[in-house]
């Protein structure tokens, strides 16, 4: 049994516009001791799927379907009380730029003692033998406790606030963009800490992030998001070199990648469909180089292709073929684009 | 050969910083060396990229490049006229020619203004174009050039309106309107969402070859200055470390933080793991620099002679010139490890 | 929504497209439709705006006119009847007609140094954010100054000293209340100095004037506006008080001479409610509404991340 099974869950924001649907049916799984990257752009819904995931969603926004089974217990149904404690225990959760949330006037040791106390019940002596054993674990010195968070460097700071999350031993971490404000080279030593942590702790990790070679460069498995919906799952391996969703194969080649030598880069045209009234058929449709009639009318569902590997794509059985003419493709539609506006209606597809 | 257009030679900007009471009593004043000896010059056409992490101080040189502040120390020279001692209707005339593109597009527009109005504000204060029509006309060329089409449904629309990738086309397209020589690029892309990044970068290339523009692009993506950049210069605290032909400095990088740098990067590839190459975590501080290199407490490298002297930049190839004491001259060339020299990987020969 | 228009549409629209400051008043008068409160405080202003506009033809009676019985008495302190709505005074002058006339005061006074408060508050605030330096610091030096001196005293001392005329009442307030607002104009001004569009500006070779009242004015317009409405109120209520004490203008019938009239005569011992209670109503609401527009346009004060 995974660790955590996630199953049809939908989220929905009120706005003044109407009602955001920001989540819509995403399934997913993480096993025990495994690691899972959410790769998506803003406004694809993952950072509302972390917050779902734990129940600290924002006033304004309402979980409308679907399952949260953490080792078997379905999370959507405990009450508030029950909920708490599985925050911080079981499930604890790095938020995006939580290193900036440090409270600048007290020194970082006593803010890490704060929790101990308040949320494991441990004793002031015990607290601070663990905020320090914490701290090792994440490779910082033990003597930074008495610093304050302003003595830390970005890297540092992040570090910290990770140690935090791992004050109760949880069994699964949810990392919201964890590296995304760093340098790169400190940027690699959170990577590097994060992955002995689950070598250590068997910890196991969902890392949120909008960049996809950080998550190739950490996670096994990899499910990418776009407009609320998962459209492609299946190992890191597998999903970056054979993609079979078309977003993923254009992701692929958006990237300046250091090793990889692009001639060119090509971007994807278009933007993310307004989800206050989302389409009826593929919400990539209108982005889509390799679009048919069908993807108009009919959402793909997520179906296997092949073990393992999912994607949401009618055309998913071509994809060793398509995913080969990606790249000219979606420069065809970048022609297009410098000369109109790609209409949602469609002009954006060929044939 | 003729002069180039851009020449920095020994940029030093320096800011105090006010000492506590009793340190000031005892004479002590801290300095931020956040510029501290920079040299480079650019032919017309050329592309740089300043490379660097945060605090490295890329971001303070374009603005010296650009006037925007003045230096402590040293010069930069557009055209042999110095930047610095400009004034009045030389410095309006300089505006003309150099230019820039925001890291942050949401900020670099100002919300009151719509976005006609905006591309409007060079025309009106250079005084381009003899009446309103004309103006409208040259704003409705900049936004075609910048593929926002058709460009009048732009003209009334307010900042907020826009997404990121279409604010910073407009900001590209407002620098282009004075017709400028120089275009300083500081990250330009970061703040947007990667799949349009890529189109933002396109349109840059296309236009800086089109208008043989002299270009700097300040970025820490070492990535993204591959794909832009003839030559890249590696700052750290304040001091180029490195700088040459940008595929040359990527693929046989000789300074260690350069070394650092280029292993650091993640690879999109899975198969690609580059050994990270260990260098320690101290917060570096561009006051309390230290004598010698600049380099010295992360340098995996370090030697008694980097502790007292700063080395300098010498060549170690054509156009590749590094400062570090493992390639000063009466030592041998110290084995440079690169991407070409590492297992099964892409790379062209 | 986005349809494209050909370039004659949008040269028609010129005007519009480039004024800034339109921007600036439109979405303030967004803001006003939205919050309850300050929508009240503008329906009060306005309602007395009408009223002061339209008392020549509404008013029963002149107010300085002195009304007699039959007879040949001067009709003076009658209750409210059909006649007199709210009364006579004690030298039977129409209590209603003088409400209704000393709006005009109100407003006048209440409009021209509420002007002249934000005007002078928000180029100071402006001046002294956006250059800093000794510049700021002389000015706000001076504004010091301004904030010690006890208002009420100085401007009775200023007003005994200039004449009892309603201008110098609103030349006094203006010399003294621009404190204030600039004040807070010029934070809003050293924040918003930072921002890149204005170092966009700079770099396309703005001067510091154009910089300054191009680009950075409308962005603190709001403010003063805001400033501006709360300035109606407390000027209104300074006329009031100024008149009342017996420094304002004796040829101006205002709400606050209303009050000292009321005062002389005994009013209160002779509870009198309809003379005095209905100024002190007037005025209170105008302080109000005042109050009402500010806390509508507490989200300008406190603003709050309004990123799309």
Known sequence: ?351 | ?349 | MNESRPLSTVLVQYPRATAAWRAALAATWSIARRDRFALTGLIIYAVFLVVALAAPLVAPYPPQELTYLSNGDVDANAPMSRTHLLGTTNLGRDIFSQLLYGARAALMVGITAALGVVILGTLVGLVSGYYGGWVDTAIMRLADVAFGIPFLPMAIVLVAFLGPSIWNVVLVMTLLLWRDTGRVIRSQVLTLRERAYVEAARLLGASHFRIMFVHIAPNVLPLSFLYGSLAIGWAILTEASISFLGFGDPNVISWGSMLQDAYNSQALARQAFNWFVPPGITIMLTVMAGFFISRGYEELLFPRMRRR
């Open chain 2, 1 to 349: 050969m003729s002069a180039p257009l851009v020449e920095v030679q020994n940029l030093e900007k320096h800011y105090p910083l006010r000492a506590g009471f009793l340190a000031s009593l005892a004479g002590e004043r801290r300095v931020v060396h956040a510029v501290n000896g920079v040299s480079f010059s650019l032919p017309e056409g050329h592309s740089l990229g300043l490379a660097g992490e945060s605090g490295c101080g890329k971001t303070t040189t374009g603005k010296l490049i650009l006037g925007l502040l003045h230096p402590t120390a040293g010069t930069v020279r557009f055209e042999g006229q110095d930047v610095a001692q400009l004034a009045g209707a030389g410095l309006l005339a300089y505006r003309r020619q150099a230019q820039m593109v925001f890291q942050n597009p949401y900020e670099a527009l100002n919300p009151r203004f719509t976005i006609l109005r905006s591309l409007l504000e060079p025309l009106l204060i250079h005084k381009i174009g003899r009446d309103p029509v004309e103006r409208v006309g040259l704003v409705a060329d900049a936004l075609r050039q910048v593929h926002l089409n058709p460009p009048e449904q732009f003209f009334l629309k307010y900042p907020h309106q826009l997404s990121g990738g279409q604010l910073q086309r407009t900001v590209i397209a407002r620098a282009l309107l004075v017709e400028p020589r120089l275009l300083i690029a500081d990250e330009p892309v970061s703040m947007l969402d990667v799949s349009v990044r890529a189109g933002v970068l396109n349109l840059m290339r296309e236009i800086t070859s089109e208008r043989r523009l002299t270009t700097v692009y300040i970025s820490h993506d070492l990535a993204l200055l591959r794909y832009m950049c003839d030559e890249t210069a590696v700052m750290y605290l304040g001091t180029i470390c490195e700088i040459g032909p940008t595929e040359e400095i990527i693929d046989h990088p000789h300074h260690p933080y350069t070394q650092a740098l280029v292993a650091a990067v993640p690879d999109p590839d899975p198969d690609h793991m580059e050994q990270l190459v260990e260098i320690a975590d101290t917060v570096p501080t561009p006051f309390e620099l230290p004598v010698g290199c600049p380099f010295q407490d992360r340098c995996p490298k370090v030697m008694s002679i980097c502790r007292e002297e700063r080395p300098p930049l010498l060549h170690v190839g054509p156009g590749h010139r590094v400062a570090c004491h493992l390639y000063t001259t009466d030592r041998p060339h110290a084995p440079a490890p690169g991407l070409a020299a590492t297992g099964p990987s892409g790379a062209h020969p």
């Open chain 1, 1 to 351: 049994m995974p660790l955590l099974d996630v199953e049809g869950l939908s989220v929905e924001y009120r706005t003044t516009q109407g009602s955001v649907q920001a989540v819509r049916g995403v399934s997913l799984s993480v096993e025990a001791g495994g690691s899972l990257g959410l790769v998506g752009e803003s406004g694809c819904g993952k950072s509302t799927l972390a917050r779902a995931l734990i129940r600290v969603l924002p006033r304004n926004a309402r979980i409308t379907g679907g399952a949260v089974r953490l080792e078997g217990t379905d999370l959507l149904s405990l009450t508030e009380e029950e909920m708490n404690q599985y925050r911080w225990r079981k499930i604890a959760v790095v938020p995006q730029a939580a290193m900036d949330s440090l409270d600048p006037v007290h020194r970082v040791g006593n803010q890490m003692v704060e929790t101990l106390r308040l949320r494991g019940g441990l004793t002031a002596v015990a607290a601070r033998a663990r905020a320090e054993r914490l701290f090792q674990l994440v490779g910082l010195e033990s003597r930074r406790l008495e610093h304050y968070p302003h003595e830390f460097s970005g890297g540092m700071k992040q570090r910290a606030v990770i140690a935090m999350a791992l004050a109760l031993d949880p069994s699964l971490l949810i990392a919201d963009e964890p590296v995304t404000a760093l340098d790169v080279i400190v940027q690699r030593q959170v990577l590097a800490t994060l992955r002995q942590l689950r070598a250590e702790l068997t910890l196991s990790l969902i890392l949120i992030t909008h960049d996809i070679s950080v998550v190739a460069h950490l996670c096994q498995d990899v499910a990418v998001m776009y407009a609320g919906r998962v459209v492609e799952r299946g190992t890191v391996r597998r999903v970056f070199a054979a993609p079979q969703h078309p977003y993923t194969m254009g992701l692929r080649n958006a990237f300046p990648s250091l090793r990889l030598h692009q001639m060119r880069l090509v971007p994807i045209e278009g933007y993310p469909p307004d989800l206050v009234a989302p389409p009826r058929g593929c919400a990539f449709a209108p982005r889509c180089p390799f679009v048919i009639a069908k993807c108009w009318d009919e959402d793909p569902p997520l179906v296997a292709t092949e073990s393992g590997h999912m994607a949401a794509c009618h055309r998913a059985n071509e994809a060793a073929v398509l995913s080969a003419g990606a790249p000219e493709a979606f420069a065809r539609l970048e022609r297009l684009a410098e000369e109109g506006p790609i209409r949602a209606t469609g002009s954006g597809g060929l044939r």
